[in-house]
């Protein structure tokens, strides 16, 4: 059963996520993900007093919530940054028992109208997790060439009018700059031919996917995604757990194709035979846990959430 932060953010497949860590009260666990510490919680609540849990978030507000929340518990420690520079955060580069990614946007993060992200509110248009870092999704759009802006909508959303709101998009700003998302959500509906109702597309705001391709890239998640699973694969003692709940295809691809590759010998193949010194250094514990009835209807963002576990095996490989 999951619970609800104090901020109205429920954590997804909470007990997957805890039974998954396999949490030890005198274990070392991180948090690359902490938005408003629901599964975080669950593992201090389940550390002794030896217990250690690591938490970072590139979101301020978030790690203003935890310092609040968990700021005077001497067994939590707290880092503003991207799961991504992990290795580069001593306390955790100690060895870990656990690392947790829970990807994407938090609640808090999509109701707030000032953040930008959610096409149903109108704000600015910023998108950034890290809204005191890097480029909003405003400055993006006033300046990436059309065919950038194309590439963006289909490689990260799948939006297939992709060309048609990219030329709409460069036409607009030449005459308006784009600043809201309002005004972006009502361009793209206005060249976005209406799907048939009943459909996938009838049902879904035409927004829907250029506002989620726009937020991936602003936020490099994919590639901050690559490079926090190569760092939690570092952290990690033999025996830690890492496990990742992905709310995106290309997410769930990263995420089990990295395991299978540090799990499993390549298959061999006319040109490439098998990898004759291929160690497996992950082991994989189950495959793709999605969330159950009673929690979609509960929690309808978990209808999209995957969770993949997978364990470090010692040096040598054995399990
Ligand atoms: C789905 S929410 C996590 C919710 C959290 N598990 C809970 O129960 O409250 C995702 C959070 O991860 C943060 N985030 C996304 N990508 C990140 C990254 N690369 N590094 C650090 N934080 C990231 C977001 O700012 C957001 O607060």
Request: charged share 25%; hydrophobic share 20%; aromatic share 4%.
């Given at each position: 059963m999951e619970r609800a932060t104090t901020s109205g953010h429920l954590p997804v497949l909470y007990r997957e996520v805890l039974d998954g860590l396999a949490v030890r009260a005198a274990g070392r666990y991180l948090d690359?993900?902490?938005?408003?510490g629901g599964h975080a919680r669950g593992v201090l609540e389940q550390l002794g007093p030896d217990g250690r849990l690591l938490v970072m978030d590139k979101d301020p507000e978030a790690i203003e919530v935890a310092r609040r929340d968990f700021?005077?518990?001497?067994?939590v420690s707290i880092f503003h940054g991207s799961f991504a520079q992990m290795g580069q955060w001593d306390a955790a580069a100690g060895g870990l028992d656990g690392v947790l990614l829970d990807l994407g946007v938090s609640s808090p993060q999509l109701d707030e109208a000032g953040r930008g992200f959610s096409f149903g509110k109108d704000g600015p248009l910023d998108m950034r997790?890290?809204?005191?870092s890097g480029e909003s999704a405003a400055e993006w759009l006033a300046r990436a060439g059309e065919q950038e802006i194309a590439d963006v909508l289909w490689t990260l959303g799948e939006e297939r009018h992709s060309r048609r709101i990219a030329r709409a998009i460069v036409e607009r700003r030449a005459a308006?700059?784009?600043?809201g998302t309002a005004q972006l959500a009502e361009l793209i509906a206005s060249v976005v031919p209406r799907g048939k109702p009943g459909s996938d597309r009838g049902r879904i705001n035409p927004a829907t996917r250029s506002f989620q391709a726009i937020r991936i890239h602003i936020n490099r998640e994919l590639d901050d995604l690559h490079a926090g699973l190569e760092a939690a694969l570092q952290c990690l003692k033999p025996g830690g757990r890492l496990a990742v709940i992905s709310f995106h295809s290309l997410e769930d691809r990263i995420a089990k194709q990295f395991i299978n590759r540090h799990a499993k010998a390549p298959p061999a193949n006319r040109r490439m035979p098998?990898?004759?010194d291929f160690v497996p250094v992950l082991r994989a514990i189950g495959g793709a846990t999605r969330a159950g009835d009673e929690e979609t209807a509960s929690n309808p963002r978990a209808r999209s959430a995957v969770l993949r576990v997978a364990e470090k095996l010692p040096a040598g490989g054995a399990a």
């Open positions: 690359g993900t902490f938005g408003r700021g005077g518990d001497p067994r997790m890290d809204p005191t308006t700059p784009l600043t098998v990898e004759p």
